[in-house]
């Protein structure tokens, strides 16, 4: 990170957050230790759609990009349970959990990330067995969540417009009466991109046509078990 931006960032308040957001990516490092998590989440939509006009369109097609690249390194790292080796699967994933709970919101994040892998690809593994009733049931289950984290993302924008217009120009960033507030909000809509992109990622690996059924399985079991990990956080 950048130490002069850095210094910006705790130094002065809404000017150093308006030239933030001119630069998103320096404050969601900033604010949320957003980097290490890259590989897991790409960069989050509020940090890539604040950096300028983009249009529908535009955003479409980055966001197809990013799940595309998420899922390919997502299907990288089952490489070792596909083939087997399940106890470095799992000595992996923890040492990755290790790594980065101790990070700025590195627990929500793992939390966040870990739900959406196991919730997703319980339902999409449940499809296959039954007559697809556990996953019917799993699915019913994740719309209510998603219900609910939509809901919650609406009011967090609602909030974080009106404590934008009212920052204290004249306070450091760390002195901003509502800036616990600002960086909730933040979170709560991110947490709905997350979701919702990686769902689509694990569906990029779970339902791809190219693998075997029963290679499509394990890698739903695979996901699942990670995500399980991550849970634990």
């Given at each position: 990170?950048?130490?002069?931006?850095?210094?910006?960032?705790?130094?002065?308040?809404?000017?150093?957050?308006?030239?933030?957001?001119?630069?998103?990516?320096?404050?969601?490092?900033?604010?949320?230790?957003?980097?290490?998590?890259?590989?897991?989440?790409?960069?989050?939509?509020?940090?890539?759609?604040?950096?300028?006009?983009?249009?529908?369109?535009?955003?479409?097609?980055?966001?197809?990009?990013?799940?595309?690249?998420?899922?390919?390194?997502?299907?990288?790292?089952?490489?070792?349970?596909?083939?087997?080796?399940?106890?470095?699967?799992?000595?992996?994933?923890?040492?990755?959990?290790?790594?980065?709970?101790?990070?700025?919101?590195?627990?929500?994040?793992?939390?966040?990330?870990?739900?959406?892998?196991?919730?997703?690809?319980?339902?999409?593994?449940?499809?296959?067995?039954?007559?697809?009733?556990?996953?019917?049931?799993?699915?019913?289950?994740?719309?209510?969540?998603?219900?609910?984290?939509?809901?919650?993302?609406?009011?967090?924008?609602?909030?974080?417009?009106?404590?934008?217009?009212?920052?204290?120009?004249?306070?450091?960033?760390?002195?901003?009466?509502?800036?616990?507030?600002?960086?909730?909000?933040?979170?709560?809509?991110?947490?709905?991109?997350?979701?919702?992109?990686?769902?689509?990622?694990?569906?990029?690996?779970?339902?791809?046509?190219?693998?075997?059924?029963?290679?499509?399985?394990?890698?739903?079991?695979?996901?699942?078990?990670l995500g399980k990990i991550f849970q634990g956080a």
């Amino acid at each position: 990170m950048d130490p002069d931006k850095r210094e910006k960032y705790d130094r002065f308040g809404r000017a150093a957050l308006e030239d933030t957001f001119m630069d998103p990516g320096s404050f969601f490092t900033m604010a949320f230790g957003a980097d290490k998590f890259k590989p897991l989440v790409g960069e989050l939509t509020i940090a890539y759609t604040a950096a300028g006009n983009l249009t529908v369109a535009e955003v479409k097609k980055w966001q197809a990009k990013r799940e595309r690249e998420l899922a390919n390194i997502l299907l990288k790292r089952l490489d070792p349970w596909l083939k087997g080796d399940e106890e470095g699967f799992v000595r992996d994933a923890v040492a990755q959990l290790e790594d980065l709970k101790g990070e700025a919101f590195g627990v929500a994040f793992l939390h966040c990330i870990g739900y959406a892998y196991y919730s997703r690809a319980q339902v999409l593994l449940g499809l296959t067995e039954m007559l697809g009733i556990p996953g019917f049931v799993n699915a019913v289950k994740e719309s209510g969540h998603t219900m609910k984290t939509r809901y919650n993302a609406v009011d967090a924008a609602l909030k974080l417009s009106e404590m934008k217009v009212n920052m204290d120009p004249q306070k450091p960033a760390s002195e901003q009466a509502n800036m616990p507030e600002f960086l909730n909000s933040v979170w709560m809509i991110s947490v709905l991109d997350i979701e919702s992109t990686l769902r689509h990622v694990v569906e990029l690996i779970v339902k791809d046509k190219t693998a075997s059924k029963e290679d499509r399985k394990k890698r739903a079991s695979g996901i699942m078990r990670l995500g399980k990990i991550f849970q634990g956080a």
